[in-house]
């Protein structure tokens, strides 16, 4: 038989603080990729591996947030606790592999539409291996149309974002972005939950196994919450990041080129020092004077 499902048990909390996280991993996220464009290779890993972690982290956060208003009415809800994990894995590293292949080949052409595509499949990837580690009396069943148009809201989303990382154009573009991802990743969330129905057994009971809501929450919350809250203390450690700066420019124009050297300035002549004297017009510097013999003494 048909379950009733619920996905607002808190009213509207659980969707504004699951979109709040989703703007929080999006803006840092995004941040440190903006900033990864900016820097020698040398430290561009680092800043991409941090961003990547933050959106990732992020997104994973938004899922959960929400899924605290979810419930299935007769039917307790349990959660496998390394299915419920390796969604956040899944996410960090199909994330990552978008965000350095933007990071490297650049925010246009081939590179962005492959580094979008596959942050937006991590995305989608992530809430659906979520959603079967959830255990209960039941099954779940999903409109196949339903899901296909969460999937592109993901992509379409993530591309997006990763653009607007790579234009370097200051503090507000980059907020501006993460609204636009935190608001696509929340209907992502709500879109492929449309696509959903529930079958229930009927046995009278959920699955011994597994873990429940509140026994989850503390892990689920308090880590990733914690690197946000470091990773948004990094970012606000680089006044370049938060504030912006109009010689930013890009240590690479297009694919393969290095960073370009600064431009040299011109040497300074010496001061003279406190043997020599100056010279000027009518004098001859100690260079080219004649040595002094006894006949011109």
Same mark, same amino acid.
């Given at each position: 038989?048909?379950?009733?499902?619920?996905?607002?048990?808190?009213?509207?909390? &659980?969707?504004?603080?699951?979109?709040?996280?989703?703007? +929080?991993?999006?803006?840092?996220?995004?941040?440190?990729?903006?900033?990864?464009?900016?820097?020698?290779?040398?430290?561009?890993?680092?800043?991409?591996?941090?961003?990547?972690?933050?959106?990732?982290?992020?997104?994973?956060?938004?899922?959960?947030?929400?899924?605290?208003?979810?419930?299935?009415?007769?039917?307790?809800?349990?959660?496998?606790?390394?299915?419920?994990?390796?969604?956040?894995?899944?996410?960090?590293?199909?994330?990552?592999?978008?965000?350095?292949?933007?990071?490297?080949?650049?925010?246009?052409?081939?590179?962005?539409?492959?580094?979008?595509?596959?942050?937006?499949?991590?995305?989608?990837?992530?809430?659906?291996?979520? @959603?079967?580690?959830?255990?209960?009396?039941?099954?779940?069943?999903?409109? &196949?149309?339903?899901?296909?148009?969460?999937?592109?809201?993901?992509?379409? $989303?993530?591309?997006?974002? +990763?653009?607007?990382?790579?234009?370097?154009?200051?503090?507000?573009?980059?907020?501006?972005?993460?609204?636009? @991802?935190?608001?696509?990743?929340?209907?992502?969330?709500?879109?492929? @939950?449309?696509?959903?129905?529930?079958?229930?057994?009927?046995?009278?009971?959920?699955?011994?196994?597994?873990?429940?809501?509140?026994?989850?929450?503390?892990?689920?919350?308090?880590?990733?919450?914690?690197?946000?809250?470091?990773?948004?203390?990094?970012?606000?450690?680089?006044?370049?990041?938060?504030?912006?700066?109009?010689?930013?420019?890009?240590?690479?124009?297009?694919?393969?080129?290095?960073?370009? $050297?600064? =431009?040299?300035?011109? $040497?300074?002549?010496? =001061?003279?020092?406190?043997?020599?004297? $100056?010279?000027?017009?009518?004098?001859?510097?100690?260079?080219?004077?004649?040595?002094?013999?006894?006949?011109?003494?």
């Amino acid at each position: 038989m048909h379950g009733t499902v619920d996905g607002f048990g808190y009213g509207l909390v &659980t969707p504004l603080v699951a979109c709040l996280m989703a703007c +929080l991993g999006g803006a840092l996220g995004l941040r440190c990729t903006t900033r990864a464009l900016l820097v020698a290779h040398c430290w561009r890993p680092g800043w991409l591996a941090l961003g990547s972690a933050a959106i990732g982290s992020g997104i994973w956060t938004t899922h959960f947030v929400a899924m605290m208003g979810f419930t299935v009415q007769g039917a307790p809800i349990h959660y496998d606790r390394p299915t419920t994990y390796a969604s956040l894995a899944v996410a960090i590293v199909m994330v990552g592999v978008g965000v350095f292949i933007v990071g490297y080949k650049g925010a246009t052409g081939s590179a962005l539409f492959t580094g979008g595509t596959v942050t937006g499949l991590g995305v989608a990837s992530m809430h659906y291996l979520g @959603m079967a580690g959830m255990q209960f009396d039941g099954t779940f069943e999903y409109n &196949t149309l339903t899901v296909a148009a969460s999937v592109v809201v993901a992509v379409v $989303a993530a591309t997006a974002a +990763l653009w607007a990382a790579g234009q370097v154009r200051g503090f507000l573009w980059s907020v501006g972005a993460s609204l636009v @991802m935190g608001l696509a990743v929340s209907g992502m969330h709500y879109t492929g @939950m449309a696509a959903l129905s529930v079958h229930l057994h009927g046995t009278g009971g959920g699955p011994a196994t597994g873990e429940s809501p509140a026994a989850l929450l503390a892990p689920m919350l308090i880590g990733p919450l914690a690197f946000l809250v470091l990773a948004g203390a990094v970012v606000l450690l680089d006044p370049l990041m938060v504030m912006g700066h109009k010689d930013w420019v890009p240590v690479a124009h297009e694919p393969g080129v290095p960073a370009r $050297a600064p =431009a040299a300035r011109p $040497a300074r002549r010496p =001061a003279p020092g406190p043997g020599h004297a $100056a010279t000027g017009p009518g004098r001859r510097s100690p260079a080219s004077r004649s040595p002094r013999t006894p006949q011109n003494r």
